[in-house]
């Protein structure tokens, strides 16, 4: 019977790492990230009501949305964060489910690759929680040096979602990425052993 994993972390804890790597198993992608993109897409409607909300400073002049822009307007507004979350994420969860869909009918395990499924109450949309888990002083120090961000940026940016320990007590796995590239591979793998998602190598000659 296929599985629905939902995964997910904090801001920079190493999430998109682990989405490959478990692509490379041959899981299903289904990215959060990308749906949002194709949800105000140009030429969408959820771009016209964007272009609505914010106004022409919205839109970049190849008629796309300006992420930036908007990123900047609803970083300290909730209010308008709210407002701006009523038109996309009607449009994610649309196209998320199609895809799902499609691939479950195909025999797929699914990853549902969701950065704020906490926050967004999604729990109980996928069949169990896998958490990549780094300390918040890594997140804060990756992120820094990802985006040349400032110390008080980047941790404003960490603080904005629910504590990475709060959510590590709140999933069913939680995936360590507190070390190497090479230590989480390992990790993955032995998630998917244990899970019986992957066979244990033979040490046989």
Not at 47 to 68: C, K, P, S, W, Y
Not at 102 to 118: C, F, Q, S, T
Not at 154 to 167: E, L
Request: net charge negative; no cysteine.
């Amino acid at each position: 019977m296929p599985k629905v994993i939902g995964l997910t972390g904090g801001i920079a804890t190493g999430k998109s790492t682990v989405a490959q790597l478990l692509s490379a198993h041959g899981f299903k992608i289904v990215d959060a990230d990308i749906a949002a993109r194709k949800a105000v897409e140009k030429g969408s409607e959820g771009l016209q009501q964007v272009h609505a909300l914010f106004g022409d400073a919205a839109i970049t002049e190849n008629g796309e949305m300006d992420r930036a822009y908007v990123g900047e307007q609803v970083f300290y507004d909730s209010a308008l964060r709210e407002k701006l979350n009523a038109i996309v994420h009607p449009k994610v969860r649309e196209l998320m489910e199609a895809e799902k869909n499609a691939w479950l009918k195909e025999g797929h395990h699914v990853i549902m690759d969701i950065p704020l499924l906490y926050e967004n109450n999604l729990e109980d949309t996928v069949d169990e929680v896998w958490l990549v888990y780094a300390s918040e002083s890594i997140q804060v120090d990756r992120l820094m040096a990802r985006n040349d961000l400032s110390l008080e940026d980047a941790k404003a940016r960490v603080y904005s979602q629910i504590s990475i320990d709060k959510k590590s007590r709140m999933a069913d796995v939680v995936i360590d990425n507190l070390g190497t590239t090479l230590e989480l591979k390992q990790n993955v793998e032995r998630l998917l052993i244990q899970k019986g998602f992957l066979e244990p190598y033979s040490t046989e000659e």
